[in-house]
């Protein structure tokens, strides 16, 4: 009877390791950008950021402000192809005669018809990107027709504003 008491506690233990040592898989009931402003100075912006589009996806980042119904474009696109990680990183920097400043809107922005996205990506997500998960996706967003965008969007942090940089 202890013998069988000790192989059940034995393989409980066991299978309570062996549990423990896989990584848990995580999944999105869809498509996703996330991005993160990192630092800002008057001339560039960096950020970061991962989704989970397929690999070889671009993504068009720009730096933009609220004006009336619109964006004003502090920045011209920047593009990042997403690498097989899902992580994405670069530098912003604004147009001539413009600087940035703080509280201005990094978006990152995933488009089938701007960037020009590699025929694997398009039979994935759609070449109008009907793939994206529809209008329920919080990120997704309809123009012109049946195309969808799939955008994300950060706040620019303090941006030097007031202060003198060393002679």
Known sequence: MKIILCACISLAIASAAAQEAVPLKLTAPTYFISVRAHTCDPDEVRFSGASNLPAGAKLEIKVSDA???????????????????????????????????????????????????????LTILGHRGENLG?????????????????QSIDRVPFCGEGLRKPG
């Open 67 to 121: 004006y009336r119904d619109a964006w004003q474009d502090y920045s011209d696109y920047v593009y990042v192809a997403l690498g097989p990680s899902g992580f994405f990183d670069g530098v912003v920097h604004p147009k001539k005669g413009m600087t940035f400043h703080r509280n201005l809107a990094l978006l990152a922005i995933f488009t089938t018809y701007s960037a020009s996205q590699s025929s694997s990506v």
């Open 134 to 150: 529809g209008l329920r996706n919080p990120q997704v967003y309809q123009i012109s027709g049946q195309y969808f965008l799939l």
